[in-house]
């Protein structure tokens, strides 16, 4: 079980409530799993989670499942949502 940070960016941070928050999980499944539930008082918190990308120490996870996805201790998870731009 690794121990580190989940961090929220835009409208993932607008969502949670919190700009990052601590986690205890063995892979990215566990972690957004966690994360669900200590949100699920904040519907539009899952909504962002289903469209945002992620990244594990600034490597995107990419099309990988999140089961696949294992975490070192210390490791950052960083929840992209999608971005509009101009």
Not at 6 to 26: F, S
Not at 63 to 83: M, N, W, Y
């Amino acid at each position: 079980m690794a121990r580190g940070t989940i961090r929220y960016w835009a409208a993932a941070k607008a969502a949670a409530g919190v700009a990052e928050e601590a986690y205890e999980a063995a892979n990215l499944a566990e972690v957004l799993a966690a994360a669900l539930d200590r949100h699920a008082g904040r519907p539009e918190f899952a909504r962002v989670i289903a469209r945002s990308s992620f990244l594990v120490d600034g490597t995107p996870v990419g099309t990988r499942s999140p089961d696949a996805v294992g975490l070192a201790d210390g490791a950052t998870v960083e929840v992209l949502p999608p971005f509009a731009g101009g």
